[in-house]
């Protein structure tokens, strides 16, 4: 038996059109990857869209490929993931399975007596696998599924199974992560072979002792610019079992590492300390220049303090323009913790969100003069107010741009 374990593929990510093709791309490799490798099912742990309501085009191709698997009859199983639902609680998932073209295993009901949460298996039809498992909800809301989780005829259940999760567990997060809430392996059932997650954007699989193996594929596609910065690429596993269907749990279980590489990815990183913008251009031209820069994506990240001039002075349209001339992909650049000295360093010892608010504004107050302290304290804060709405479900870009226009007018023009 063999099968494949990919998650966090968020579909339909990124704002920009060339990055978003490579996310679809690499999923449309994943894929073809599997029916190479003659996989039997494919598991997908959440996180399959980036949005309740993925573009059009990304659905279109997406549906495509499942149909492909569908007519092959290899099942493709999921859970949600936290990305996948709308605040409503609407989910494309849902639209998938309706259509046959994906299998979601987290099914279940709450005992009225007991209140405790009862997992059903879904059994694929060709090897005997018991899968289940439970969706992911935004900020450990899904936390309370594990706490009141039936664990015994889980655990009591004979056979080969797989348990998929969308969640951070404390064992398996990497020190870069560290400061996520998570929870510990043991809130699982356990003797599951295999516990497929989701969530982590970081490979990670571990033999969690009492438990089994435990393991994130990470991203299928690099989400944003730190992760394409960390990995550049990413990947899924393959897991494969050496006997046959009747003694499936005693057997070996091998897992492979199988990488998804679009795109050559060249991460630069320069500390700007004594620097100026012109100098910046000059390290920046110099440090890539013996690098292989042609198809690659190219993250630049820029920190330290600048010793003349703004960081609004560097020639970033320059740079740009010449690592583009030179065949490059895409350029993506961060500058967040880059500074000058006009901007001074700001030391906010209070931790009450509000009052750093305040304290943030005044610091940085009246660096242009356009208007009185008072008048420029009472517009950024009313700007910061009545510009914190989000885009409603269903709304249109146009009518929600249209909304903050207003809003910002009615703000700046208070007194004519
Ligand atoms: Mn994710």
Redesign the pocket.
Known sequence: MKYAHLA?L?LGSWREEKMRELSTKSFLQAMNDCIINRVDFILFSG?IFNTSLPPIDTLKLVTEKLREFQIKNIPVYVIA?S?DFSPSGKTMIEVLEKAGLVINVCKGQINPETKELELQFTVDPKTGTKITGILGRRGLLDKTYYENLSRDSLEQEPGYKIFMFHTTVTELVPKHLEMMESQPASFFPKGFNYYAG??I?HPTIKDIPGMGLMAYPG?LFPNNFAEMEQYGNGGYYLITLENSQQTIENSQQTIQWKPIEIKSRLALVLDGDHLSPQQIESELIKESSAKKIDDSIITIRLKGKLNAGKVSEIPFNEIIKQLYARGAYFIMKNTNKLYSEEFREIKVANSNPEVMEEQIIREHAQQIKLFSLERELFLTKSLLSSLNIHRKEGESVADFQKKIETETKRVLNLDG
Do not use: F
């Open positions: 966090d968020h996180d993931g990305h989701g969530h954007h991203a």
